[in-house]
């Protein structure tokens, strides 16, 4: 089984998160920010990845704790539930359309952290959600992951739509990269050997 469990607490957060790579889409969020608690619900979803995520964060403060921290253990347990990597296809990517909306991502689960961040969001804040956090959720998530991400906005105006179809389209770019290729599956997927 590939699912890893990660507990984080720092004097910001506190939080508790459950991965299956092999899932079928099963989440239950609670991070305290309902924007934050349905990207992650739709990135379970369109990912079929089972996803259970509790946080308990300086609310009080602001969301850039909670929405960087959730990044960073989602992160964590990508790269758990990875180990050695064998048998991955290793690299994803999707054009998402979402209305008027057009998002591509694409990943290389390298080793290597890099986030390429390509979005032009037009507004500050999306509800009571501050939309710079994107990017920093994402920054979070490759620097655990350990892998190469690029999120690119080909097309859109809309806030909220732009985030959605990101939060989608990195999901289904993952979900490809993750899977398993049956003519490989007892190789790491790179000419070194490791990733």
Request: net charge negative; with cysteine; aromatic share 8%.
């Amino acid at each position: 089984m590939r699912t890893a469990e990660i507990n984080r607490t720092t004097a910001e957060t506190d939080i508790k998160l459950k991965l299956n790579l092999d899932g079928t889409g099963v989440s239950n969020i609670d991070t305290g920010v309902g924007f934050l608690n349905h990207m992650l619900t739709l990135f379970a979803r369109h990912g079929r990845f089972d996803l259970d995520v509790y946080c308990k964060g300086d609310l009080d403060v602001d969301c850039h704790h909670t929405t960087e921290d959730i990044g960073i253990a989602l992160g964590e347990a990508f790269c758990q539930a990875l180990g050695d990597k064998k048998g991955i296809f290793r690299y994803g990517s999707m054009i998402l359309p979402m209305d008027e909306t057009l998002i591509l991502s694409a990943v290389d689960i390298s080793g290597r952290p890099h986030l390429s961040f390509g979005l032009r969001i037009p507004t500050q804040r999306v509800g009571e959600f501050d939309t710079e956090l994107v990017e920093e959720f994402w920054l979070g998530f490759v620097r655990k992951a350990g892998l190469t991400l690029h999120i690119k906005q080909l097309d859109g105006k809309n806030s909220h739509h732009i985030i959605e179809g990101t939060f989608k389209s990195v999901a289904r770019s993952l979900k490809y990269a993750v899977a398993i290729d049956e003519d490989y599956k007892n190789e790491i997927p790179s000419t070194k050997g490791l990733l």
